[in-house]
Every structure is written in structure tokens, then in C-alpha cells.
């Protein structure tokens, strides 16, 4: 039995019971004498029927319950079997959801999934375990699913969603975002190695979008202290419930980030976040330096831009398309678009699967900074720098707006190529990075928060935010901490020297690993 403890705050719960073979009813289940108390202050055991109900306030821990079964007979005879039963406790935290990664699997239930099939080793929980932590290079124990629901959609078809986490590389739990997009590039492998279809990668109630011109679309979860469990044969599992809902926002309703606080219609400023909501609009590269964004809005990209101010002639600024090789055969190919420098002239690539285009804009004066904005058309795409268009007429073939399954790379990108490969690209953009400085990033006319990447390396962000101390002892404050961090420096100086390549190493490991 695994239970799974919502912020170590479950109430009483039914977790399990006690596998009883025999079709016999008459049956009394009790603790067997060599049971501690301690475990008994924690479970407890409905004699009759073999259910056992872990108590609230039970710790993390693995708790091994040994239980002796009782049948009676109608000739007055009496059977005693010893039974023994693993608990493992783990806590889930809401930090831990909100950077969970999610699958919607249809025409499957919890109990096939946590089932071993005939003739198979392992259950398809397990191998979905196993596809995760391949996708992102990681060891399986990394990889903990700590929710299955049955449910059933708007037309009552069977679905099961699956919500997990990844401990590891990075940061403790890796952001959604990044997860959802690994396992979307993989999708049709992992339908393959789990057996069953997937539905979404990343659930989301707002697909379709049903909400008015004037409202836009949230899919947001929702947390019940009432765990859900799911019972097979010799096994139990007990997750965390979690919803998700849609809601229909005003767009009128301001939403500031990074602390900023709404003034009527409007973000108040703070130093070093200048956007309208905001966020930090600022972002330099060098030469091998690169970040990575979620899509905002990949069904309907319309429009891109930005400003630049390039450090050197040639690099690669942003790549929007696939970022995983999935190497199943049958895998279509996607749309991309990308933006280089060269001889620090924009250069645009876009289209679909084996069909590519290039639009180089003339660029007659070669400036220190410079503006670009891409604009995407049914039939037409516009490639605009410091107001001077240039247009290109797309076949209805070549058509790019819809980028499924993509994320946003700004600089440096060691995916072109293997992509171009895989998806009989005839050409593709340079893998060399953009050196210099990108800001004011928009798609669809939504400003990016350049400070908040799923991953980076080699960035930097110049404007950094600075709070006012105002306490009369701010000069004792600072020395103290000025005495401290010195202190510290000296007693951590040489394991710094030996482990500082460690971080951009690792990062860099990720990338190679999804990408091969």
C-alpha cells in the first residue's frame, strides 16, 4: 500500500485492506502480537471486513503491519493464517503540485494501470515511470506519481488523469512546463511502452477554449484534503485529489508579477521590472548562453517582437518548434520558425515538415540596435525591422501559426540540426548563439518575463531589483551581513573552485539527453 499525504494533513482514511483468499465470510482479523504500539497508535483494523485506516497525523515513513486472519468453518474448526501488509507514507506539498507535470490517458482506469497484466513483468504505472525518467535522463526513483483519478469526460468516455513529479537535476521538482513539453515530444513512444492512449500531455480544461472575446481562459487545479484510493489485487494506492477547473477570467483583470501590486487599471512599478504586469524585459546572452520559455498562446501565434542589440555579426536569436527527437518513425513532422543574425542581418526560417522557406531582410543600415517584428498571416508572412517591411506569400501548404507541442529558445540552440535531420528539414538555421542583449519580447502582443526561464545558461539580467532598507540599524544590518558573507566565502571557497562547472555541466547534460 502507498499512500500519498497532502501536506501530512489526511484525515482518517481507508488506504487498504488485508488480501483475504478465501470466499469464506466468516473471517476475524486482528493484529498479530509482535505488532508495535507505535504502529498501532497509527492504523487501525476493521476485524470483519480487512480494512485498514491509516489515522491522521501519521508520519512519512515505511510502516510493516503484521496481521493474523481467523476463518471459522461450520464443523466449529478454526484456521489461522499470518498476514503482513507494507505501508509507505510520503508527503506531498503544494510546492510539490504546482510543479508537477501531468498526463490524461483514455479508456483506462486507475486499476489497469496499477495492474500487472498476463504475462508481463511490470505494471503500466511502472513503465510509465520508467518512459518519464528516460525522457529526462534521470533515475526512475526520481520519478513519483503521486496521483491516478477515474473520471469521465463531457462524453462520458473513460478517462484517467496522472499527475507526478521529478526530483533531480536543476531544482528539486522541475517546472511543468518543461516536463509537459519533454513528455509531449515523446507522446506516441510512451502510448507504445505504456499501452494505452494519451489523451493530453499537460491537462488542460481550456482545451478547447469555450470562454468569451472578453475573457481569457484558466485551467487551474484545486487541492482536497480527501485523498482518492484505488484498490487491485494485492495492491492499493492512495493519491492526492486534485481537480482541475476551468475559469473564464476578465481580461480587465489585472494580474502583476513578481510581487508588483495592481493601481487601477494598471502594475505599479518596481525597479528592475518594468513590464506592464511587471515583468523583466531584459535579457543578455553570450555567445553559448541560451533560455528557454514556455509557448505563450502556441495554438495562434500571430505576432513576435523584440529589440536587439547584437554583440557580434552571426548567431541564432530564437527558435520556436519541437524541442524533443522523438525517434518513432511514424511521428509527424512540426512547424517551426526561426531567427537568426547573419552579418547582423535578420534572417527568417519558417514552415512545415520538408517544406522551409528563408526571408533575409535587406537591412540597409547596419545599426547597434535595432527592432524586428515578425507578423503572421493566413496566406502571408511580414518581417519588419525599424519599421521597413518586408513580405513574403506563403503556399497554403506553408502555412506557420499553430505550434503545437513547441517552446520558445532564445540563443544558443544544439537542436537545429538532429531536428532538421529527423523531420527532413532541407535547410535549417545555425546553432551558433545570439551574443548581446534581447528585450521587450512579445508573442501576440503579451509581454515575456525574461527573468523567469524554464532553463538557462550564460545569461545575465541588468536590471536587478533593489530593496530600500528603512530600519534605523540598516548600517548594522549590512555589516553583519557583510561579516557573514565573508565568512562564509573563506570556509566554502575551495569546494566552490572544484564544483563550479558542476551547474552549467548538468544543464548541459539535459539538453544533450533529450535531444539524442
Same mark, same amino acid.
Given at each position: 500500500?502507498?499512500?500519498?499525504?497532502?501536506?501530512?494533513?489526511?484525515?482518517?482514511?481507508?488506504?487498504? &485492506?488485508?488480501?483475504?483468499?478465501?470466499?469464506?465470510?466468516d473471517?476475524?482479523?486482528?493484529?498479530?502480537?509482535?505488532?508495535?504500539?507505535?504502529?498501532?497508535?497509527?492504523?487501525?483494523?476493521? /476485524?470483519?471486513? !480487512?480494512?485498514?485506516?491509516m489515522?491522521?497525523?501519521?508520519?512519512?515513513?515505511?510502516?510493516?503491519?503484521? #496481521?493474523?486472519?481467523?476463518?471459522?468453518?461450520?464443523?466449529?474448526?478454526?484456521y @489461522?493464517?499470518s498476514?503482513?501488509?507494507?505501508?509507505?507514507?510520503?508527503?506531498?506539498l503544494?510546492?510539490?503540485? *504546482?510543479?508537477s507535470?501531468?498526463?490524461?490517458?483514455?479508456?483506462?482506469?486507475?486499476?489497469?494501470?496499477?495492474?500487472?497484466?498476463?504475462?508481463?513483468?511490470?505494471?503500466?504505472?511502472?513503465r510509465?515511470e520508467?518512459?518519464?525518467?528516460?525522457?529526462?535522463?534521470?533515475?526512475?526513483?526520481?520519478?513519483?506519481?503521486?496521483?491516478i483519478?477515474?473520471?469521465?469526460?463531457q462524453?462520458n468516455?473513460?478517462?484517467?488523469?496522472?499527475?507526478?513529479?521529478?526530483?533531480?537535476?536543476?531544482?528539486?521538482?522541475?517546472?511543468?512546463?518543461?516536463?509537459?513539453?519533454?513528455?509531449?515530444?515523446?507522446?506516441?513512444?510512451?502510448?507504445?511502452?505504456?499501452?494505452?492512449?494519451?489523451?493530453?500531455?499537460g491537462?488542460?480544461e481550456?482545451i478547447?477554449?469555450?470562454?468569451?472575446?472578453?475573457?481569457?481562459?484558466?485551467?487551474?487545479f484545486?487541492?482536497?484534503?480527501?485523498?482518492?484510493? $484505488?484498490h487491485?489485487?494485492?495492491n492499493? #494506492?492512495?493519491g492526492?485529489?486534485v481537480?482541475?477547473?476551468?475559469?473564464?477570467? /476578465?481580461?480587465?483583470?489585472?494580474?502583476?508579477?513578481?510581487g508588483g501590486?495592481?493601481?487601477? *487599471?494598471?502594475?505599479?512599478?518596481?525597479?528592475?521590472?518594468?513590464?506592464?504586469?511587471?515583468?523583466?524585459?531584459?535579457?543578455?546572452?553570450?555567445?553559448?548562453?541560451?533560455?528557454i520559455?514556455?509557448?505563450?498562446?502556441?495554438?495562434?501565434?500571430?505576432?513576435?517582437?523584440m529589440?536587439?542589440a547584437?554583440? %557580434?555579426?552571426?548567431?541564432?536569436?530564437?527558435?520556436i518548434?519541437? =524541442?524533443?527527437?522523438?525517434?518513432?518513425?511514424?511521428?509527424?513532422?512540426?512547424?517551426?520558425?526561426?531567427?537568426?543574425?547573419?552579418? @547582423?542581418?535578420?534572417?527568417?526560417?519558417?514552415?512545415?515538415?520538408?517544406?522551409?522557406?528563408?526571408?533575409?531582410?535587406?537591412?540597409?543600415?547596419?545599426?547597434?540596435?535595432? %527592432?524586428?517584428e515578425?507578423?503572421?498571416?493566413?496566406?502571408?508572412?511580414?518581417l $519588419?525591422? *525599424?519599421?521597413?517591411?518586408?513580405?513574403?506569400?506563403?503556399?497554403?501548404?506553408?502555412?506557420?501559426?499553430?505550434?503545437t507541442?513547441? $517552446?520558445?529558445?532564445?540563443? /544558443?540552440?544544439?537542436?537545429?540540426?538532429?531536428?532538421?535531420?529527423?523531420?527532413?528539414?532541407?535547410?535549417?538555421?545555425?546553432?551558433?548563439? #545570439?551574443? !548581446?542583449?534581447?528585450?521587450?519580447?512579445?508573442?501576440?502582443?503579451?509581454?515575456? *518575463?525574461?527573468?523567469?526561464?524554464?532553463?538557462?545558461?550564460?545569461?545575465? =539580467?541588468n536590471?536587478?531589483?533593489?530593496?530600500?532598507?528603512?530600519s534605523?540599524?540598516?548600517?548594522?544590518?549590512?555589516?553583519?551581513?557583510?561579516?557573514?558573507?565573508?565568512?562564509?566565502?573563506?570556509?566554502?571557497?575551495?569546494?566552490?573552485? &572544484?564544483?563550479?562547472?558542476?551547474?552549467d555541466? %548538468?544543464?548541459?547534460?539535459?539538453?544533450?539527453?533529450?535531444?539524442s
Amino acid at each position: 500500500i502507498t499512500v500519498y499525504n497532502y501536506n501530512g494533513a489526511i484525515s482518517d482514511a481507508a488506504i487498504g &485492506r488485508v488480501s483475504l483468499d478465501s470466499s469464506n465470510m466468516d473471517k476475524i482479523c486482528q493484529w498479530d502480537d509482535t505488532v508495535s504500539q507505535a504502529s498501532r497508535r497509527y492504523f487501525e483494523i476493521n /476485524d470483519s471486513t !480487512g480494512i485498514i485506516t491509516m489515522r491522521e497525523g501519521t508520519p512519512e515513513g515505511i510502516y510493516l503491519l503484521h #496481521f493474523i486472519v481467523t476463518e471459522r468453518f461450520n464443523d466449529a474448526s478454526k484456521y @489461522k493464517i499470518s498476514k503482513k501488509v507494507k505501508v509507505t507514507v510520503k508527503k506531498v506539498l503544494k510546492k510539490h503540485i *504546482d510543479r508537477s507535470g501531468s498526463i490524461r490517458f483514455l479508456n483506462v482506469t486507475g486499476e489497469q494501470i496499477l495492474a500487472k497484466e498476463k504475462g508481463s513483468s511490470t505494471a503500466p504505472k511502472e513503465r510509465l515511470e520508467m518512459s518519464i525518467a528516460s525522457a529526462l535522463n534521470v533515475t526512475q526513483d526520481k520519478v513519483v506519481i503521486f496521483s491516478i483519478q477515474n473520471e469521465k469526460d463531457q462524453t462520458n468516455q473513460t478517462i484517467l488523469n496522472v499527475r507526478y513529479l521529478v526530483h533531480g537535476l536543476l531544482q528539486s521538482e522541475y517546472l511543468p512546463e518543461f516536463l509537459n513539453t519533454v513528455l509531449t515530444g515523446r507522446k506516441q513512444t510512451l502510448e507504445q511502452i505504456v499501452g494505452f492512449p494519451v489523451l493530453q500531455v499537460g491537462i488542460d480544461e481550456c482545451i478547447p477554449n469555450s470562454c468569451s472575446e472578453y475573457h481569457f481562459c484558466n485551467s487551474k487545479f484545486h487541492v482536497s484534503s480527501t485523498p482518492i484510493t $484505488i484498490h487491485t489485487e494485492g495492491n492499493a #494506492f492512495t493519491g492526492v485529489n486534485v481537480t482541475v477547473q476551468k475559469e473564464c477570467v /476578465d481580461r480587465k483583470i489585472i494580474t502583476c508579477l513578481n510581487g508588483g501590486s495592481p493601481v487601477d *487599471d494598471h502594475c505599479s512599478y518596481l525597479k528592475g521590472f518594468e513590464g506592464p504586469k511587471c515583468e523583466k524585459i531584459e535579457i543578455s546572452f553570450e555567445e553559448n548562453g541560451y533560455a528557454i520559455y514556455p509557448l505563450i498562446d502556441p495554438g495562434n501565434t500571430t505576432s513576435i517582437s523584440m529589440e536587439l542589440a547584437p554583440n %557580434s555579426e552571426d548567431g541564432l536569436v530564437l527558435y520556436i518548434g519541437p =524541442w524533443i527527437v522523438d525517434h518513432n518513425p511514424e511521428a509527424p513532422a512540426l512547424e517551426f520558425l526561426a531567427l537568426e543574425l547573419i552579418a @547582423k542581418r535578420p534572417v527568417l526560417w519558417f514552415g512545415v515538415g520538408g517544406n522551409i522557406e528563408r526571408l533575409r531582410h535587406p537591412s540597409v543600415q547596419q545599426r547597434n540596435s535595432f %527592432s524586428i517584428e515578425i507578423v503572421i498571416f493566413p496566406d502571408m508572412i511580414q518581417l $519588419i525591422v *525599424d519599421g521597413y517591411k518586408m513580405r513574403f506569400s506563403t503556399s497554403r501548404d506553408a502555412r506557420v501559426k499553430h505550434f503545437t507541442n513547441s $517552446i520558445l529558445h532564445l540563443g /544558443d540552440s544544439s537542436i537545429t540540426q538532429p531536428l532538421g535531420a529527423r523531420f527532413n528539414w532541407t535547410d535549417v538555421a545555425q546553432s551558433k548563439g #545570439f551574443a !548581446g542583449t534581447i528585450r521587450n519580447l512579445k508573442i501576440n502582443n503579451r509581454t515575456y *518575463d525574461l527573468g523567469q526561464p524554464i532553463l538557462a545558461k550564460l545569461v545575465s =539580467w541588468n536590471a536587478e531589483t533593489i530593496y530600500s532598507l528603512r530600519s534605523p540599524y540598516t548600517l548594522m544590518i549590512i555589516i553583519s551581513f557583510v561579516a557573514g558573507l565573508i565568512w562564509m566565502m573563506i570556509t566554502f571557497v575551495v569546494r566552490k573552485h &572544484r564544483t563550479g562547472r558542476k551547474q552549467d555541466d %548538468s544543464v548541459d547534460d539535459i539538453k544533450t539527453a533529450l535531444v539524442s
